[in-house]
Every structure is written in C-alpha cells, then in structure tokens.
C-alpha cells in the first residue's frame, strides 16, 4: 500500500512555457502532500507543503507565483512551473503524508524530470 | 529537529553487511530516527525508524547506542541494487501530524561486485 505516482516521468519545455506535474496518492488519502526539488549530485529540497482545499506553505527563497501548487482533492496535487526558463531544470518530487490513526508517515512519488531548453 | 552527521561516501563488497553510521548527539528524547535510500533517479524510499530499541525489518536492521546519540544502519548482505544514497533523518514522532521530512546530504553508498 501507499503508493504515490507522479505524471509525467520527464517533461521538456521551452524557456517560458509553463508545465504541470501532478502527483496522486493512489491508495490512501492525502490531507498534506510535499514538493521537492532536487539538482544533480545534491540533496532534496522542500519547496512547499500543501494541505487540501488550503493555499500551499512556501520555503524561504521559493516563489510563490513561479511555482504554483494547487491541492484540490485528498488523492491529487499539482505543480505548475509558470515561465520555465533553464535553471529550472531539476527533478521534481512529490510526497503524500497519510493520517491513519496516530502515525503519519510521508511516501515518496517516483520523481519527475524537467528539462527546459 | 536534531542535525544528522553522516560520510560523504562509504562502499562494500556484493553480499558483505554494509554499516552505514549516523551521529545525531543533539537528539531529543521524544525524536525518532529514521532511516530513507534514493537510488539514482527515484523517489525516496523509506527503509526503516526506531526510537531506542534496535529494529529489524525485510530490508535492514537499525542499531541505536544506550545514548542514542548515534546509530548504524546494517543491510546484512549487500547486493548492486543497493548502490543508493542513505539519508538518516530524526524527527518528531510518527503521530505529529504536522512534521515535514528535511533531508541532509547522506551517504552515497557504492556496492562493489
């Protein structure tokens, strides 16, 4: 059980255009999930939390208006990258916490990989 | 949320246990330590978490100190598909419904055959 799957696997863009992920928690409902960015041969890093049916929680340094993160339902989130341009070429991952009675456990999507030419 | 220190890097042979250590000396004594793998170009995967008392489970065991300032990861025989990065994560318990995961660096294990 919880699976996590995010669509599409890899994407390539023009510098400005704009792209959606989205990431689906297919087993269990998600009242939070997560987005992640990852660069190559370094760590994740969270971008955002968002809670379903609420406006996703931001980290410092990540824009808002660039990455938007919509959270409509307990099985889907998405993120848009509005205005891709090369430096936003990264692998994106999703997570999915589930709330099953007292333990709340976050599951990790397969990642999705950006290239913005 | 206690800082985790990790190796760089660290290797094994194919079917030798892989030791992998975690110092977390500023751990609180409600904190968690839990243990995910990214095996190149994949989402993370959870492996294992305990509190105090060593676990085991089908992927690893999972050794904490009386202190609990430290542990080690052990897979027992390692095998290729092992060849990931490690990141040893402590965190609030599992029913804080709040917690969000912050990775470090971890450590980039290679399995050598």
């Known amino acids: 059980g919880a699976v996590v799957s995010q669509h599409p696997s890899w994407v390539i863009c023009k510098s400005g255009t704009s792209v959606k992920i989205e990431c689906r928690s297919l087993?269990?409902?998600?009242?939070?999930m997560f987005w992640y960015r990852q660069f190559p041969k370094q760590s994740l890093m969270l971008m955002a939390t968002s809670n379903e049916g609420s406006k996703a929680t931001y980290e410092q340094g990540v824009e808002k208006d660039k990455f938007l993160i919509n959270h409509a339902s307990l099985t889907l989130s998405t993120l848009t990258v509005t205005s891709a341009h090369p430096e936003d070429s990264s692998f994106y991952i999703c997570?999915?916490?589930?709330?099953?009675?007292?333990?709340?456990?976050?599951?990790f999507g397969p990642g999705t990989r950006l290239t913005v030419t | 949320d206690a800082k985790t220190t990790q190796p760089t890097s660290m290797d094994c042979a194919e079917g030798r246990a892989a030791n992998l250590p975690c110092n977390h000396s500023?751990?609180?004594?409600?904190?968690?330590v839990y243990w995910y793998r990214q095996i190149h170009s994949q989402g993370p995967q959870y492996i294992i978490h305990g509190l105090k008392n060593n676990e085991t489970n089908e992927m690893a065991s999972l050794i904490i100190t009386e202190d609990r300032k430290s542990s080690t990861l052990i897979l027992p025989h390692a095998t290729l598909r092992d060849t990931a990065v490690y990141y040893c994560i402590v965190r609030t318990p599992p029913m804080d419904s709040s917690y969000k995961l912050i990775f470090g660096s971890g450590t980039r294990l290679l399995v050598r055959p």
């Open positions: 087993d269990f409902q998600a009242t939070t």
């Open positions: 997570s999915a916490r589930s709330g099953a009675g007292s333990s709340y456990e976050q599951y």
């Open positions: 500023t751990i609180s004594g409600n904190e968690y």
